[in-house]
T-cell receptor, first 111, second 116 residues
Framework: ELKVEQNPLFLSMQEGKNYTIYCNYS?????LYWYRQDPGKSLESLFV?????AVKQEGRLMASLDTKARLSTLHITAAVHDLSATYFC???????????FGKGTKLSVKP | GAGVSQSPSNKVTEKGKDVELRCDPI?????LYWYRQSLGQGLEFLIY????????KSGLPSDRFSAERTGGSVSTLTIQRTQQEDSAVYLC??????????????FGPGTRLTVT
């Protein structure tokens, strides 16, 4: 059974600082997603990672996947207040359509 | 183009009543998923439909929960005899699928269900 663990669950950052959110998963997962959720809103897809070594970047966010370590990271560079949100990673396996989500990391970026 | 839509956006119901939640997926997406999000349990998978295959119901928490998908498009999630622990945000997502390969899931805005 696939299990997904994120850490930290809460992250308070100062603007301009860098930080990394970690996502570990328990068994083989052939796809790894990162989503963003603003308060009271739905989930917005950020990145889809499908292969070992995959790296994707969008603005101040960069996601990577290491399938051998069963680890994905979401790196935040020079944080700004607009990045304050909850970030979820989710894994999926083979023909099983559903995603298994981590508990989310609530990020707060302070001036 | 139009995204996933859900209705109602909010639903308040009395304990013991039945509720129906609706999801309109993105046109052309053959796979449709229901999840629920609550403070205590996080994001939980409920059920998913892919084309004409039998739905995967493995995430439904009890037999009070059921879902159907008509004509391969709109889906309805029904909760019978609602309980207070059913209070949550119910999220619908859809994706393309190529055989057994599932594409990226796009989520709707959710239905916030409150059982009083």
């Amino acid at each position: 059974e696939l299990k997904v663990e994120q850490n930290p669950l809460f992250l308070s950052m100062q603007e301009g600082k860098n930080y990394t959110i970690y996502c570990n998963y328990s068994t083989t997962s052939d796809r790894l997603y990162w989503y963003r959720q603003d308060p009271g809103k739905s989930l917005e897809s950020l990145f889809v990672l499908l292969s070992n070594g995959a790296v994707k970047q969008e603005g101040r966010l960069m996601a990577s996947l290491d399938t051998k370590a069963r680890l994905s990271t979401l790196h935040i560079t020079a944080a700004v207040h607009d990045l304050s949100a909850t970030y979820f990673c989710a894994g999926g396996r083979g023909s099983q359509g559903n995603l298994i989500f981590g508990k989310g990391t609530k990020l707060s970026v302070k001036p | 183009g139009a995204g996933v839509s859900q209705s109602p956006s909010n639903k308040v119901t009395e304990k013991g009543k039945d509720v129906e939640l609706r999801c309109d997926p993105i046109s052309g997406h053959t796979a449709l998923y229901w999840y629920r999000q609550s403070l205590g349990q996080g994001l939980e998978f409920l059920i998913y439909f892919q084309g004409n295959s039998a739905p995967d119901k493995s995430g439904l928490p009890s037999d009070r929960f059921s879902a159907e998908r008509t004509g391969g498009s709109v889906s309805t999630l029904t909760i019978q005899r609602t309980q207070q622990e059913d209070s949550a945000v119910y999220l619908c997502a859809s994706s393309l699928a190529w055989g057994r390969i599932m594409g990226e899931q796009y989520f709707g805005p959710g239905t916030r269900l409150t059982v009083t």
